[in-house]
Structure formats: C-alpha cells, structure tokens
C-alpha cells in the first residue's frame, strides 16, 4: 500500500516512471498532512490549562483532524487503484465491434471511479478547510501558523485533485453525469477558497501583532 510507505519511499515512487503514484495521490497526502497539522494545533490547546474553557471541543477537534487524516491516506490508495483501472481498461483489445465495445464500458466506468477518488479528496478538503478556520479562530495562537498550513494543505490537495477530476471529465461521455460533476466541484472549491482566504488573513493579522 501507498500510504503505508515512508516519506522518502513514496518521493522515490513519485520519482519514477510509473504513472502511480501520480498528482492524485499526492494531493490526498497533502491533504493528510494538512489535517495532522490541524489535530496537533487541537491537541495543544486542549493540553493548555489557559484553554479549559475549549479543551472539549479541542479534543472533539483533534479526534475529528485524525479521522480526517486517515480518510486522506485511504484515498491514496483509491486515487493509484482508480488510475491502474483506467489504464487496464484502454489496453483491452479493440479488434471487433464487441471487443470495442466492452472496452469502451470498462473505460466509461473506470473514469467514474477515477473521478469519484479524487472528488472525496475535494470533499475531505472541504471539511479540513472548515477544521483549520476554526483552529485559526478559536485555537492557542501559539500555533495559529500551523492552523494556516492546514488550511493551505486542504485547499492545495484539494485543487490537485480538482485537476484530476476535470481530466477525467473531458472523456466522459455522459454529458449530463460531467456537468454534474463539474458543478459539485465547482461549488466546493469556491466554499474552501473563501475559507482559506478568511483563514489566511487572520493568520497573517495574528502574526503581524506578534
């Protein structure tokens, strides 16, 4: 498995001339290390007897960030099957009308599941970039540069993937079924960009007050 390999093994496979892992995986993992960042900034301040008041929620935060991270390294994984998918389904044979057509099916649905991977990073950056605003907001200020990296973290994975999905949608051929995806996609990367903005900015005010 993917996910399972050390930080230098998985550069390495990126490295190499295998399609997989690609941008797809690497946008799930940007997004599990966005949603670490947001369970250490949790976990620190419910740690901090200054923040009693919160350290519930902190730690309800922290669980949620670590749930998150994982569903991230799952998708890696999904991302690398999906394309592997894709792939065997265009090297099928194509000799006769019945060949091509099988072929063309197992390629229709290898593109859904392909899209489907990285539509759930989108979804998981959507939830990561509400995460990280509020640990922006709400979180020991201590901290609030790694808040900021999360909430970047999940919007970059978030975009990766986006381009994975528009790719795949160029060669549906259900046009009604692409449209919707696009506007789903469309929808959740305008909600994560106005959410990294905010968060961002008050990262940047907190650090210029020092």
């Given at each position: 498995?993917?996910?399972?390999?050390?930080?230098?093994?998985?550069?390495?496979?990126?490295?190499?001339?295998?399609?997989?892992?690609?941008?797809?995986?690497?946008?799930?993992?940007?997004?599990?290390?966005?949603?670490?960042?947001?369970?250490?900034v949790a976990r620190l301040t419910a740690k901090s007897p200054k923040y009693a008041s919160i350290a519930q929620r902190m730690e309800r935060a922290a669980t949620e960030a670590s749930d998150l991270a994982r569903e991230y390294l799952t998708a890696?994984?999904?991302d690398a099957a999906a394309f592997d998918r894709v792939s065997a389904a265009y090297r099928m044979p194509k000799q006769s009308d019945a060949e091509r057509s099988v072929r063309d099916d197992a390629i229709q649905r290898g593109l859904i599941a392909a899209t489907d991977a990285p539509m759930r990073v989108v979804?998981?950056?959507?939830?990561?970039?509400?995460?990280?605003?509020?640990?922006?907001?709400t979180g020991n200020p201590n901290a609030v540069s790694d808040a900021g990296c999360a909430a970047l973290f999940s919007q970059a994975g978030a975009r990766g993937a986006a381009l994975n999905i528009?790719?795949?949608?160029?060669?549906?051929?259900?046009?009604?079924?692409?449209?919707?995806y696009e506007s789903r996609l469309a929808n959740?990367?305008?909600?994560i960009g106005m959410l990294v903005e905010v968060a961002v900015?008050?990262?940047?005010?907190?650090?210029?007050?020092?």
């Open positions: 498995m993917l996910s399972s390999l050390s930080i230098n093994e998985f550069a390495q496979r990126l490295e190499s001339a295998d399609p997989t892992p690609g941008g797809g995986s690497a946008s799930a993992l940007i997004g599990a290390l966005g949603a670490a960042l947001a369970s250490m890696i994984d999904e979804e998981l950056g959507l939830h990561g970039a509400k995460l990280a605003l509020e640990l922006v907001e528009r790719i795949n949608l160029k060669s549906l051929k259900d046009a009604t079924l692409a449209a919707s959740m990367l305008a909600q900015v008050k990262v940047e005010r907190a650090v210029e007050r020092g």
